[in-house]
């Protein structure tokens, strides 16, 4: 079952179940499992309805509504703990607010991580991918995606690829040859990460601290910032405008 559940939805079904009086978190999670199927994810968790738990605590009963003996009141708690609002001891960053075109002339780029805000994950095992909204002057983080589904199909990199396709950068702390290669076909322009060495080894590298960096050259991008932000890029201008003038 570990293997089945990310770590940031069993410490949410923990404590929803502590919010239900006689529902243990063992119980707590096959009853979600069954109604949910593995693996289970802080994604899947937060599609729960009170009405979802209420049909999930009545098991076989469900389709005669069967009344589970909790209060809607604490149906909400319980429900507001799976969403991971009012968590506490999360692994994961808070989100930022976001909608659709909040930020004009911003890119999408996917960090692959295994603690916190850091870019300290491998393509092929990190546990999710933090999705950041860039613009010249905004940073917002606004998904955080579990890869633990995506584990579980057939083709573990095509399906990983496929979570970040919205992307149009990505980062990672290592990723190989063949799994760049449909990081690619997904649209996305795949970054593997210079690793910072201290006097305690290789340190992890704060999202944000390299979003920065990235986000200086949004107004004069280099070539292949430039093409994953179709535009053009600065430095190509003189040699379009010598073509330009030998065309004429």
Request: charged share 20%.
């Amino acid at each position: 079952m570990s293997q089945s559940i990310t770590r940031e939805a069993a410490l949410r079904i923990a404590l929803a179940a502590q919010e239900l009086p006689d529902v243990s978190p063992a119980a707590l999670v096959k009853a979600l499992a069954a109604h949910l199927e593995l693996p289970l994810t802080e994604t899947k968790l937060a599609a729960v309805t009170v009405t979802d738990l209420r049909e999930i605590l009545a098991g076989d009963h469900a389709e005669e509504n069967c009344v589970v003996g909790v209060g809607d009141e604490t149906l909400k708690a319980a429900v507001r703990l799976l969403w991971g609002q009012g968590v506490t001891g999360s692994e994961l960053p808070p989100l930022d607010a976001y909608s659709d075109g909040d930020m004009p002339a911003s890119i999408r780029v996917a960090c692959a991580s295994n603690n916190d805000a850091l870019i300290d994950g491998h393509f092929g095992s990190c546990e999710r991918f933090l999705i950041y909204q860039l613009s010249p002057t905004e940073i917002r983080l606004i998904a955080v995606r579990p890869t633990l589904e995506a584990d579980h199909a057939d083709d573990r990199n095509l399906s990983r690829a496929t979570l970040i396709g919205d992307c149009q950068v990505a980062y990672f702390q290592s990723i190989g040859g063949p799994a760049a290669a449909k990081v690619v076909r997904a649209g996305v322009h795949p970054v593997k990460l210079q690793q910072k060495v201290g006097a305690s080894g290789t340190a992890p590298m704060a999202a944000r601290e390299i979003l920065m960096q990235l986000q200086s050259r949004l107004t004069s991008p280099p070539p292949w910032l430039a093409k994953v932000m179709g535009v053009e890029a600065a430095s190509l201008a003189p040699f379009r405008e010598m073509a330009a003038a030998e065309d004429a």
